[in-house]
């Protein structure tokens, strides 16, 4: 007994390393864990703000419509790349659809996904998510890079981008909907 009550750290330890080694229990932990991490971006400060080099940029949507990134000129744009399986783009999905429920209407959403439509459908149907997902079909505009999933840009009426965040965030933050107000009545 008193053998057990030094090493319950140990003990604990090795459980969770277990459960990570255990192939079923990995991902719902990992996305636990990054839900838990995830805090609301920042928003760049002006002076570092980098901007779109230009609006050349075609995706696809799911139901196969095409869409050119010019037509988003002069709009506030939320771009998020993402995979149905990475578990840290899976933990922000909850955050992006209360967000998209509530500016859908005012701000342009692309959740970018280089996984074929089926794929990306199935997994939103089976979240209930209504976000709008595309895929790339051409190469996205610099300083745009989808490279580290998820990775989210915010990006202002006039191209800059006001917020990059690698990594799970909280996006329906009270700091987030504050910022997109103001790039709104910009």
């Not at 750290?9 to 277990?18: D, F, H, M």
């Not at 229990?25 to 230009?54: G, H, M």
């Not at 970018?112 to 790339?136: C, I, M, Q, W």
């Amino acid at each position: 007994m008193k053998l057990f009550k030094n090493q319950w750290s140990n003990i604990i330890i090795a459980v969770v390393i277990l459960a990570m080694i255990i192939p079923g229990t990995r991902k719902p932990i990992q996305i636990f864990v990054n839900k838990l991490l995830a805090f609301s971006p920042s928003v760049t400060s002006e002076e570092e703000r980098e901007s779109l080099a230009d609006y050349n940029w075609a995706l696809e949507k799911n139901n196969k419509d095409r869409l050119e990134l010019t037509s988003l000129e002069n709009k506030v744009v939320l771009v998020n790349f993402w995979a149905t399986w990475c578990p840290p783009c899976i933990a922000e999905m909850p955050s992006f659809e209360l967000l998209y429920r509530d500016y859908k209407d005012k701000v342009e959403f692309l959740f970018v996904s280089s996984e074929d439509h089926e794929t990306v459908k199935g997994f939103l149907n089976r979240k209930k998510y209504s976000l709008p997902a595309y895929r790339p079909l051409s190469e996205a505009p610099e300083p745009l890079n989808g490279n580290t999933l998820p990775t989210t840009y915010l990006i202002d009426k006039n191209g800059a981008i006001v917020i990059k965040k690698v990594g799970a965030a909280d996006w329906n933050s009270e700091s987030l909907r504050n910022t997109l107000d103001k790039l709104l009545l910009e």
